[in-house]
């Protein structure tokens, strides 16, 4: 790499070492290398103008991010797990749960809980999910704390409703257990109208 050319470059043209690295096909670690071989002085990163760091920051923002609209699986550091999408659900969602409002509590690490909306937690498209606070989140999987007559009321309202699979699944295996048979629940729902 030529020394001139680089001094042109770096001082004069005012290029940052990322941009010479493009036009010569480098990275800018190679640059810097090149630049403290010769004996460039480097910028003081610290005291940049406020001209600078605007041109990096519309250069990396919206559509020209190159991470721009990468989410989940579409993103290079993807993970299946709760935190990738909670984070996610969050930057959705915002920080209230959709059902009481409550809002996210700094000192709490997790108060708000992504539920999948039709059961299935491998299902993570954003529209299946529904961001709840602790409490709610429980009171929505509490059916094991359910009455026997809530229970039968829940299921008249399958009957009513129509059987959906991962919506009513967790009913539908309460009542199960907890009657014996699905059969059995809906005879004594049927009974309790």
Not at 30 to 38: A, E, G, N
Not at 66 to 77: Q, V
Request: aromatic share 10%.
């Amino acid at each position: 790499m030529d020394q001139k050319e680089l001094e042109t470059m770096y001082l004069i043209d005012g290029l940052s070492t990322w941009d010479i690295g493009k036009i010569k096909g480098c990275s800018p670690g190679t640059i810097r290398y090149h630049l403290v071989k010769y004996g460039i002085p480097l910028r003081d990163y610290k005291n940049r103008d406020k001209k600078w760091r605007k041109r990096i920051a519309s250069a990396m923002t919206g559509k020209n991010n190159p991470m721009f609209g990468k989410i989940l699986d579409k993103h290079h550091r993807y993970k299946s797990g709760m935190r990738s999408y909670r984070k996610e659900a969050i930057r959705i969602y915002g920080t209230d749960c959709m059902r009481c409002g409550a809002k996210e509590q700094i000192n709490i690490r997790s108060n708000l809980h992504v539920h999948h909306k039709d059961g299935n937690r491998a299902n993570n498209d954003p529209t299946n999910w529904e961001l709840l606070c602790s409490s709610c989140h429980k009171k929505l999987h509490g059916w094991h704390k359910l009455t026997e007559e809530d229970l039968l009321a829940e299921v008249k309202n399958i009957l009513n409703e129509g059987y959906f699979y991962n919506k009513h699944r967790t009913i539908k295996n309460m009542a199960k257990y907890r009657f014996g048979s699905w059969e059995k629940a809906v005879e004594l729902a049927n009974r309790n109208i």
